[in-house]
């Protein structure tokens, strides 16, 4: 009960005293008892509904057994769920958690609010969710996920604008069938997403999905016709990503039809050290449509007649929320109508309307305001490679920047082709728009990328293991291990997470990722003061190049003293900075030069400039003179 009385107080007081008492206290805390488990417990259930009514002033107890009043109070047991772990900063919890309130307020919007009653609970409820979220948050801000506080508020306003807009007039009817296709039925739930989607909140997003479409429905259509599927089939990869081979989700689904890795390996994705199949538009779209025609084989078998091709609809919601629990709500509702089953998850329900409203909105864009400037086609020549090579190496030959490359071939994580076993080849995709004459000749020299001394061991995270304990296990450096998954050293490791470890070769590896042949790996210690700026200026690099060596996420610029950061330099600057005997350089500031440009021109931090002339800012004039210390 201690943690329930931690909680009740933390969700009760002021958000300044929040943050203060959390950092005490949240090294305690290994894991969070969910409120939705033991919802039974009187005394607790109390407690939360005291503490939901000081904070929104909603009552969480509900006698009625009216459908809408069970969802809301199922509605606030996620959002005493939500404050939980946001107030016990478990970041990934809330988040989901978060995620699973704003799909309850789709459900709720499902239903009725014709009574009085009924709005003014759900407006309460409302409000006081978006309050918190926005105004009250305290681990919300710091998700490190690809859904960003952007993303949550965009969310938010989905489920704002019905407040205030007027009803949406409709009719309920399903446009005639044709068969090979899906049924498009056009009822209020269709309507309320074109209308969001055309709304200013959704109206810049949904504009980029629509400038891809017809860039990948020539890539993708042929593919679902050679598997049998229905054509609309497509837009499933349009809501899932975007159209995004490269996207990733909360639930580390990945690609343009957010396959999850087990899902992938059932049909077929290989994922391993090199590359990731789900990212790859053409085999991820065959291994769609034959996941999807699986599915639509379970519902037939549940509804055989299947007058309309409206199983699909089923396969649909399967292919959010899995078959089991489309078979369940099936079994309970006693109905095979997508539209009766109204106890699926509120993502899922919300699911197939919108798959339907990008689909008409598609259609007819102009209607909806929008003007599509279609992205160029994406043609390819194909080339077999039967050599481990990088995409630097193929670009030299090719003319291709890294950048084409990369996108024609995006299941390549790291810029190096896989090797092959025996004389299999890997097919890599070229932009048709070059002359490639010269290709097999240039292609003979190459010499094989030298790798091969790379071992990777993928390892599953247990309960209670650590980087530390891990890097122990294995007999590498954190750093490495961090490095090579992209993640932070201070980031909490999920049971069952899959780490990729590197026991042999990595230096050599990140080495070779520079491009240069005479370069040093040396670790700079991070000091009080020190900035990526002013280490990458010291050593003649960039910020970008020390965030790669050093797994740093790209957005985040935060360091910690006593950090080790692996740099490599050249021959000549690592003579330089090991030069014992220093010189006094008196230097004129010029214009346009800054303290940073000037740091970077003789490789020394910009606050040892700062000191050597006892400069209490960083402004400088053009004339004045500086004492600058360097090794050169």
């Not at 952007?150 to 949406?168: G, H, I, P, R, W």
């Not at 932009?431 to 993928?458: G, H, M, R, W």
């Not at 891990?470 to 490791?493: H, P």
């Amino acid at each position: 009960m201690f943690l329930i009385f931690f909680v009740s107080l933390l969700i009760t007081s002021e958000i300044d005293s929040l943050n203060t008492l959390i950092v005490k206290d949240s090294t305690k805390i290994d894991s969070i008892v969910s409120i939705n488990q033991i919802q039974n417990d009187s005394i607790f259930f109390q407690e939360i509904n005291d503490s939901l009514q000081k904070y929104g002033n909603i009552p969480i107890i509900s006698k009625s057994n009216d459908l809408f009043y069970e969802q809301l109070m199922e509605s606030k047991l996620t959002f005493a769920d939500a404050i939980t772990y946001d107030v016990a900063l478990d970041t990934t919890e809330a988040e989901v958690q978060f995620l699973s309130l704003f799909s309850s307020f789709e459900f709720l919007d499902s239903l009725s609010l014709d009574d009085e009653y009924k709005r003014i609970e759900y407006n309460m409820m409302l409000n006081a969710s978006i309050d918190y979220y926005q105004n009250k948050s305290v681990s919300i801000n710091k998700l490190e996920s690809p859904l960003s506080m952007a993303l949550f508020k965009e969310k938010l306003q989905a489920y704002f604008y019905k407040q205030e807009l007027e009803d949406v007039e409709f009719v309920d009817e399903t446009v005639e069938f044709i068969e090979g296709h899906i049924p498009i039925t056009f009822n209020s739930k269709v309507a309320n997403n074109v209308k969001y989607f055309s709304s200013n909140g959704a109206k810049k997003g949904v504009q980029l999905w629509l400038n891809r479409i017809n860039k990948f429905k020539k890539i993708m259509l042929p593919i679902l016709e050679e598997e049998g599927v229905p054509p609309e089939i497509f837009y499933i990869s349009v809501i899932e990503s975007g159209l995004n081979p490269v996207a990733l989700s909360y639930a580390q689904a990945l690609g343009p039809w957010q396959f999850i890795a087990s899902t992938g390996k059932v049909y077929g994705l290989e994922k391993n050290w090199y590359i990731d199949e789900r990212m790859d538009f053409v085999k991820s779209t065959y291994a769609a449509a034959r996941y999807l025609k699986d599915l639509k084989a379970i519902f037939d078998k549940v509804n055989p007649e299947d007058l309309n091709g409206e199983n699909w609809y089923l396969a649909f919601a399967a292919y959010n929320c899995g078959a089991g629990r489309v078979l369940k709500e099936i079994k309970r509702s006693n109905s095979t109508n997508f539209w009766d089953l109204n106890r699926l998850p509120g993502q899922t329900r919300n699911y197939v309307p919108k798959i339907l409203a990008i689909f008409l909105i598609n259609k007819n864009p102009e209607k909806y305001g929008f003007t599509v400037n279609s992205e160029p086609d994406m043609n390819w020549v194909v080339k077999k490679i039967d050599k481990q090579l990088s995409f630097n190496q193929i670009s030299e030959i090719t003319n291709v920047n890294l950048k084409s490359l990369q996108t024609y071939n995006p299941e390549v994580k790291r810029g190096i082709i896989q090797p092959k076993k025996d004389s299999m080849f890997y097919d890599l995709r070229l932009p048709a728009n070059q002359n490639y004459d010269n290709f097999d000749s240039l292609y003979s020299l190459l010499k094989e990328k030298s790798t091969k001394s790379l071992l990777i061991v993928e390892h599953t995270v247990k309960r209670g293991e650590n980087l530390s304990l891990i890097s122990k296990r294995y007999n590498v450096k954190i750093q490495d291990i961090t490095s090579m998954n992209k993640i932070s050293a201070k980031k909490y490791l999920q049971p069952g997470q899959v780490l990729q470890i590197p026991t042999q070769g990595y230096d050599e590896y990140v080495k070779s990722l520079i491009n240069t042949n005479n370069t040093t790996k040396i670790y700079h210690t991070v000091r009080s003061g020190d900035t990526l700026s002013e280490i990458a200026s010291k050593y003649r690099t960039s910020i970008k190049k020390i965030k790669k060596w050093n797994g740093i996420r790209e957005n985040d610029n935060v360091i910690y003293v006593g950090k080790k950061l692996i740099i490599f330099i050249s021959a000549n600057d690592y003579q330089r900075i090991n030069t014992n005997t220093p010189k006094t350089v008196n230097y004129k500031v010029k214009y346009g030069d800054s303290l940073s440009k000037i740091s970077y021109k003789f490789g020394v931090r910009v606050s040892d400039i700062r000191k050597w002339n006892s400069l209490k800012s960083d402004l400088i004039k053009v004339g004045q003179n500086l004492i600058i210390k360097t090794k050169n």
